[in-house]
């Protein structure tokens, strides 16, 4: 994607700061927290 057009991430807090492994898990609240990041960042780029 990069190659065609600008990317970037959004980073939720896991449990223990544990990432990428089976015992990885997130707060539904911090997940729904994270979605509306990128709800938000879609509809910006939409007005634009």
């Known amino acids: 994607m990069a190659r065609i057009c600008e ?3 959004i ?5 223990g700061g544990v990432s990428h492994a089976p015992d990885e898990w997130t707060d539904p609240t911090d997940l729904a927290l994270g979605a509306n ?5 879609l509809l910006e780029l939409d007005r634009t």
């Open 7 to 9: 990317t970037g991430m």
């Open 37 to 41: 990041v990128l709800l938000e960042t």
């Open 11 to 15: 980073f939720v807090p896991s449990k």
